[in-house]
């Protein structure tokens, strides 16, 4: 399922809900469980877990499993866990949550963590703690995309409305084999191949009365009533509003028909360093322009430009003062270049990644080349809008599609708003006097 904002309503969620298990297995056996009877180590055991588990699922990132598609967005099943993670340092509220849960279960059987027949146990406790925290973080992620109100709550709503229509889909797919179910979900006897097998092709054909006589239906044919027939009082007012179910399968519907649309736009998205090669020809064309009206000679519109003269740095095309600058961060740079993104709630290889979709022999980063990729990121905002179809999608914050705001560059520069603007208008005089010459 897709919505907009969220990251871990996918396919990949399975596989992320494993790999945070075994990490956390693995992290269980270095840390001193006892402390969490002790409420006032709730805070060190958190980093220590946090810790343990990090360096856990880096030693995991290029299996099978941490390398596997984690969403439709890019996101390997790592980077997901990962920044995950790091959501729990940042909602400590949970880590408290899952601390209230061991102290019970060790109330009932002891230090259970010591057995290793225990481990189904902690996995489902470490389970039940990152999909609460999911939830939290999608619903987060999408106020924020969309403006609207969302709550945990809201997110399982969604998730147990596209999962009631893909079970629906299944059964309408194989009728024949589920004919009475069938019938009971279109509330009609079925004589022949019923329209609506041919007609339901997403969730958006997907009708409320539907949903309703199916959750209705499976306690009948699947021995366990459904979602809206429960007990709980969770899903109890939605079996009595088709027009609430209708408008929320509507939203996922029209998200995903619009996500899927952006999947097949690689012809007008363009290659990564467009962006850098389009600011290039612009400040090209810009400066030659004006030193051929400063010059005085009649200006010929058919006439071809010349390119710029090679720079002294630059070596059988290679931007030696550019790559020196942009050499490979090391660890810890790129372990506090990760932090910093964190909190920003950037993706947690943000710089690494907007480094390399530069085009590291373009004429504007050769020009830049003293400037940090913050600086130069606050140059295309200033010049080119937040928003630009050229730009790369390594630079965009993926929650707004747009680059970060200036005060998120700041803080990936560690500098004050006062001085990235002072350095992002040196740097376009910078361009705008060699454009001039």
């Not at 969403?71 to 099943?77: D, F, I, K, P, T």
């Not at 208008?425 to 361009?431: D, F, R, S, Y």
Request: with cysteine; hydrophobic share 40%; glycine share 6%.
């Amino acid at each position: 399922m897709r919505l907009p904002g969220t990251r871990y309503q996918e396919h990949g969620w399975e596989q992320v809900r494993k790999l945070l298990g075994l990490c956390s297995l693995q992290a269980f056996r270095q840390i001193e469980m006892h402390q969490m009877l002790d409420p006032e180590r709730h805070a060190a055991l958190l980093d220590a877990y946090t810790d343990a588990v990090a360096a856990s699922l880096r030693a995991n990132a290029r299996t099978a499993r941490g390398a596997a598609e984690g969403n439709s967005y890019g996101e390997s099943v790592y980077e997901l866990s990962l920044g995950l993670l790091y959501e729990l340092q940042a909602q400590p509220a949970y880590w408290t949550a899952f601390m209230a849960a061991m102290a019970v279960e060790h109330a009932r059987s002891g230090a259970f963590w010591h057995d290793a027949a225990a481990e189904g146990v902690l996995r489902k406790k470490v389970n039940d703690m990152y999909a609460t925290l999911r939830d939290k973080v999608d619903a987060d992620n999408y106020i924020v995309a969309t403006g609207r109100d969302c709550s945990p709550n809201k997110i399982y709503t969604y998730r147990m409305l596209d999962t009631a229509y893909r079970e629906i889909a299944d059964l309408f797919a194989a009728w024949e084999q589920n004919a009475a179910q069938v019938g009971a979900i279109l509330g009609r006897s079925l004589a022949g191949t019923p329209i609506e097998v041919r007609q339901m092709k997403s969730i958006s054909g997907c009708k409320a009365e539907w949903i309703i006589r199916w959750s209705a239906s499976q306690e009948q044919f699947a021995g366990a009533p459904g979602p809206l027939h429960t007990k709980s009082k969770r899903f109890a007012s939605l079996k009595n509003s088709p027009d609430r179910i209708a408008a929320l399968l509507e939203e996922i519907g029209d998200y995903e028909t619009l996500s899927a649309n952006m999947d097949s736009a690689e012809e007008w998205q363009g290659d990564a360093g467009e962006a850098a090669l389009w600011l290039e020809d612009y400040w090209r064309v810009l400066g030659e322009s004006e030193h051929a009206e400063a010059s005085g000679p009649p200006h010929d519109d058919d006439r071809i430009l010349a390119a710029p003269e090679p720079d002294p740095h630059e070596e059988d095309g290679i931007d030696t003062a550019a790559a020196s600058d942009d050499a490979a961060p090391s660890e810890a740079e790129l372990a506090a270049e990760q932090s910093r993104a964190a909190e920003l709630s950037l993706p947690l290889r943000y710089l690494e990644l907007a480094r390399a979709a530069q085009e590291a022999g373009s004429w504007a980063v050769r020009i830049l080349r003293d400037e940090s990729l913050p600086i130069r990121l606050a140059v295309y905002q200033k010049l080119l809008g937040a928003a630009d179809d050229s730009y790369p999608d390594a630079w965009l914050d993926p929650v707004t599609g747009e680059l970060p705001t200036l005060q998120q560059l700041a803080a990936l520069d560690q500098i004050s708003m006062p001085t990235l603007r002072k350095r992002r208008n040196e740097a376009i005089a910078k361009l705008q006097a060699v454009g001039a010459r």
